[in-house]
């Protein structure tokens, strides 16, 4: 792939679809498969309001019949029969960007304020390039070994609108980096630079080199600090921190000093106060609130409000049973998305596994 002929698109930007892949007893939801099935069909009711969804599953008989019986719209739906291991569609599943004129691409990056507002239109002249890259279980923790062949599964089956490309020599996933659109992408250094991703890539300056090449980007922020008792991923980024329109970027903020998080979250924070936009700007830094301390069997799990699914229309948000802190971070999420209806989905059921919203789904442009 040349250098920046490609576009990353915001997820703010339009979509055609968005995807889950669907829990099953032979999942690690085995044990609390009712409690995980109710989450997702809220999840897949409030997709279809707005847009397609595509469901990736082994029983695709049985998931009708489950949405159906919940209301769902089946004329937004797309079953498709293939064998998974888990559900965290954001982690296995294609990052697809734009290929455009790399003169086009050229003239709107000598204006940064004028590409945002662009890219709507490249949309129309463009290529839709599906990258799949290689899923290995956030370094090997886990079995990936039906994930990691979904993408390819979805492409034989004609279900994925433009062009195919094989990156399955390096391990990249979806909720370990966040792209504004316009050629600034948000990472971690724990979770980039772990010996058990990418071994030949092991410095930043080799990550980034490799961003230019896939996703034409003009700079990279690395967090170095920041982290979520009870997170399998390395600290991805979507647990922590997100780009948002207008230059802005939601984190977690931790103001109680007695939390473990504490002064990681406080170091993060005055990390993200340095970064700014390709015209120079600061980023307005929307705070959401650390969610209160959930333990299950002695462990503390891996809660987080920045976890939400930026789609056509609405943000659907992960609240926990936590009436104080839904609202506010409910609240912060209006602030940033004024045009969009903020929806909260009960994900509860989700972080017993660790994961949350924004882990089970991945969008695609149109």
């Avoid at 829990?23 to 897949?44: K, R």
């Amino acid at each position: 792939m040349d250098t920046f002929n490609y576009i990353l698109p915001a997820e703010w930007e339009p979509q055609s679809m968005v995807q889950l892949t669907w829990p099953h007893e032979e999942t690690d939801w085995a044990e609390m498969l009712d409690e995980v099935y109710a989450c997702f069909i809220a999840i897949a009711r409030e997709v279809t309001k707005r847009e397609h969804l595509l469901v990736v599953t082994p029983h695709p008989v049985r998931v009708e019949k489950q949405l159906r019986e919940a209301g769902v719209s089946m004329e937004r739906v797309t079953l498709h029969e293939c064998p998974t291991n888990d559900t965290w569609a954001r982690d296995h599943g294609f990052i697809t960007v734009l290929q455009v004129d790399k003169t086009q691409v050229d003239e709107l990056t000598r204006n940064s304020a004028a590409w945002a507002s662009s890219t709507r239109q490249l949309v129309n002249l463009s290529t839709k390039i599906h990258l799949d890259f290689c899923f290995n279980g956030w370094g090997m923790k886990f079995a990936s070994n039906h994930d990691n062949q979904i993408n390819r599964s979805l492409c034989r089956a004609g279900l994925m609108e433009g062009e195919y490309v094989d990156c399955l020599d390096f391990v990249l996933e979806g909720g370990s980096i966040e792209s504004d659109g316009a050629g600034t992408l948000l990472t971690t250094s724990h979770c980039l630079l772990a010996p058990n991703r990418n071994a030949r890539y092991t410095t930043k300056e080799a990550l980034e080199a490799k961003f230019r090449q896939c996703f034409g980007t003009h700079q990279v922020f690395w967090l170095d600090h920041g982290y979520l008792a009870g997170d399998d991923t390395d600290s991805h980024v979507d647990t922590l921190a997100r780009l948002c329109p207008n230059d802005t970027i939601a984190y977690v903020q931790c103001t109680d000093e007695a939390d473990e998080h504490y002064e990681e979250l406080r170091l993060m924070e005055e990390q993200l106060k340095t970064f700014r936009t390709l015209d120079g700007h600061p980023y307005q830094l929307v705070p959401l609130p650390m969610t209160d301390a959930i333990i299950e069997g002695g462990e503390r799990l891996p809660a987080t409000y920045a976890n939400f699914l930026i789609m056509n229309g609405a943000v659907l948000y992960p609240t926990y049973n936590q009436p104080i802190k839904d609202a506010l971070a409910k609240e912060q999420l209006r602030r940033i998305f004024p045009n969009r209806e903020v929806v909260g989905i009960d994900c509860r059921a989700l972080i017993r596994q660790h994961g949350s919203l924004h882990c089970v789904t991945m969008q695609y442009p149109i």
